[in-house]
Each structure stands twice: as C-alpha cells, then as structure tokens.
Nanobody, 115 residues
Framework: QVQLVESGGGLVQPGGSLRLSCAAS????????VGWYRQAPGKQRELVAT???????DYGDSMKDRFTISRDNAKNTVYLQMNSLKPEDTAVYYC?????????WGQGTQVTVSS
C-alpha cells in the first residue's frame, strides 16, 4: 500500500521560509518523478515544482527563483524549500509521485503566509 505523508506546513510571516517534506512508503521511490502542487481557495491546482528521477526540474513561473525541490532517495522523501514567501503563496500544498501508468497524491499540508 502506497502512503505519502506530508509535513512542514504552517503559518509564516511574509519574507519567511518553510521546508515541506513528503515521505513515501510502499513504492520504489527512486524511479518516480516527484513534485509539489498547490491549490488556493477558489483556484485551480497549479504546478509548484517537479523533479525527475534523472534530476531534471521544472518550476511554476512565480516560484522558480524562490523555491527549491530536492529528493533523498535513501529516505524516500521529497522536499520543497520555500524562501521569500508571499501572501499569495498561501495554499494547500500537495506532493505527487508519478511514473508511467501510475501516480499518487499526498493528503496536503496548509501553508499560510500572513503577518
């Protein structure tokens, strides 16, 4: 059974930082493309960042200079380091693991950026 457990969300002031983690079990983690998406109230889910098994990355336009995605295959974990956070980054953040023919979502973790 595949499980994804996210952590690291919370309340942070504008300009602050957070690191999200997503720990996976029940899969061969290293073969998966990993990623983070977010969904704000009333908006569609959008790409934050993805990282392939070969190390290729892709970022949403407003995140590429502030966010960094990384993975630790030994720990079956994907991370999202978020710096210079803005109120518009407030959303539920979801991790995604996907490969050809299968994909798994985490349960989501709330990030709120507010003073």
């Amino acid at each position: 059974q595949v499980q994804l457990v996210e952590s690291g969300g919370g309340l942070v002031q504008p300009g602050g930082s957070l690191r999200l983690s997503c720990a996976a079990s029940g899969i061969i983690f290293s073969i998966y493309t990993v990623g983070w998406y977010r969904q704000a109230p009333g908006k569609q889910r959008e790409l934050v960042a993805t990282l392939t098994s070969a190390g290729g990355t892709d970022y949403g336009d407003s995140m590429k200079d502030r966010f960094t995605i990384s993975r630790d295959n030994a720990k079956n974990t994907v991370y999202l380091q978020m710096n210079s956070l803005k109120p518009e980054d407030t959303a539920v953040y979801y991790c995604l693991l996907r490969t050809t023919g299968s994909g798994y979502w985490g349960q989501g973790t709330q990030v709120t950026v507010s003073s």
